[in-house]
Structures are given as C-alpha cells and as structure tokens.
C-alpha cells in the first residue's frame, strides 16, 4: 500500500468520527488574530519551524517575510490541506476555499493545478483520489470550525506566491513532545501555536518537549507560543519550558 492510500484509508476512518495517533480532523482556519500575534515579533529574513494546523499561520510568516519555513504536525493529513490551500491561493487567489467546500469545487480547483514536486504530486494523488471515494457534504466530519473564519484572512499574495514557490520547505509529521524524530535544520523561530496546551501534563513530557525545542533553536533563537485555554501559563509549563529557553 502507497503512502497516499494508506492516509486516505486513515481519512476514511476520520470521517467515520474516530481518529488514530497521526490521523485527525484539520482545523479549517486559525482561531488565534495572527496580525496582533505577528506584528508583536520580527520573522523578516528568518529561518521557521512552524507548526502546521490549518495552514494559516504558515501564510502569515511568509507574507511577513520569513525566508525559509520547515513545517510539522503529529496530523498527516494538515499537509495535504496545505497544498489545497496553497492551490486556492496560487491559482484562484483566494486565501480560503468556501465555508461549504465540497467535492465539485475540489474537482474544479484540480483541473487547474499542476503539481510540481515529489510531495505537492502526492498532495494532487490524495485529493484526486480522495474526491472518487468520499464525500465531503458532511464537512465537520473532516473539519474543525471555529469562530471568526474570516479573521486572518490575507488580501496581497505576491509575496505569499514567491514563497511558496521558491522555498524548498519540508514537512515532518512528528510528536514533538516525543524523542523519536530527526530534524538537522536549527531556526530562528520556532512557531508552536498552543500546542504546549494539548501534550500530556507531565514533567517527562514537557522535559522532552523542551529538550526537542533548545535542539532546534539558533543562538538566540526565540519560541512563539500561544495560550488560548487558559489565563496564564500553566506553573508546570513556566517551570520547564522557559529555563534556558526565550519564550514569547
């Protein structure tokens, strides 16, 4: 079994309402206001490891100037909704698809593409198949919807489209709160959304977490962080990931 058919084999029990390790629903659009969130940090010129999601946050780096972004996510299946979304903007530029996508509208935006590369070929094999042997009418079976989907919404693509079109990014689907992973790159920023929120609470976990991340970061390399559950930082979190480590 190819890799593009076992995660649409996986996708098939996503939609089916369950979920495995590496195999979730996607989130549709960012919850967090990634202008205020950006604008308080400088990304021009730097090198990223972003977590992925829905995509938006990517976007966002690289509209604010970010010279190269490595992504990751323990969900394989953000990678082949990035590559749709890389597609809405390339070539209909538009930055989401409608609320209410659905398959004639996935095969539409298909006909359009040409995929260049090892991964964005696979991502045009995923969705070719994926619209043969599912439906998307019940859409929350496969997204997550939040409120505000407008809220991040980018009008300007020229510097989004050079990006995207030139830097040779990569995607890791990884548990970075876990050891068994390799990534040789080191950044200047590594963009973690509220991921630190949703590992398991305990002192192992968020003591590889921070390992992972200090093994990532340049020199005077900077963690973004964000806390969307709570009002604080939780005192477990605050005891083990800010010693050694600038947070923001």
């Given amino acids: 079994m190819t890799f593009v058919n076992r995660d649409l084999t996986n996708t098939g029990i ?18 967090e206001d990634l202008r ?5 940090i400088d990304v021009n010129n730097k090198d990223v490891l972003s977590v992925l999601a829905s995509g938006d946050q990517v976007f966002h780096l690289y509209d604010r100037g970010s010279r190269h972004i490595d992504l990751f996510d323990i969900n394989k299946l953000t990678v ?4 749709l979304r890389m597609w809405i903007i390339k070539y209909l ?7 209410y996508i659905d398959n004639n509208y996935i095969c539409r935006l298909l006909k359009i593409v040409r995929p260049n590369g090892y991964e ?31 809220m991040n919404d980018i009008c300007d693509f020229s510097t989004i489209k050079d990006k995207l079109e030139n ?6 689907n990884i548990d970075i709160s876990k050891n068994a992973f390799k990534i040789k790159n080191k950044y200047d920023l590594i963009y973690t959304s509220n991921l630190s929120e949703c590992i398991n609470y305990s002192v192992d976990t968020f003591i590889k977490y921070r390992n992972n991340i200090e093994r990532l970061l340049k020199d005077n390399g900077l963690v973004l ?9 939780d005192k477990l979190e605050r005891e083990f990931l800010r010693r050694n480590l600038v947070w923001r």
């Avoid at 830097?167 to 890791?172: A, G, I, Q, T, W």
Wanted: contains cysteine; positive net charge; proline residues 2%.
């Fill in 80 to 83: 082949y909704y990035f590559y």
């Fill in 120 to 150: 964005e070929h696979e991502a045009f094999e995923y969705w070719t198949k994926f619209i043969r042997k599912y439906n998307l009418n019940n859409r929350t079976q496969f997204f997550i919807y939040g409120n505000c989907p407008g």
């Fill in 93 to 99: 530029n538009c930055f989401y698809s409608p609320l």
């Fill in 14 to 31: 996503v939609l089916g309402g369950r979920f495995l390790s590496n195999y979730n629903r996607i989130y549709f659009h960012s919850n």
């Fill in 167 to 172: 830097d040779k990014r990569r995607f890791f």
């Fill in 225 to 233: 962080s964000v806390n969307k559950r709570l009002s604080e930082i």
């Fill in 36 to 40: 205020q969130l950006f604008s308080n």
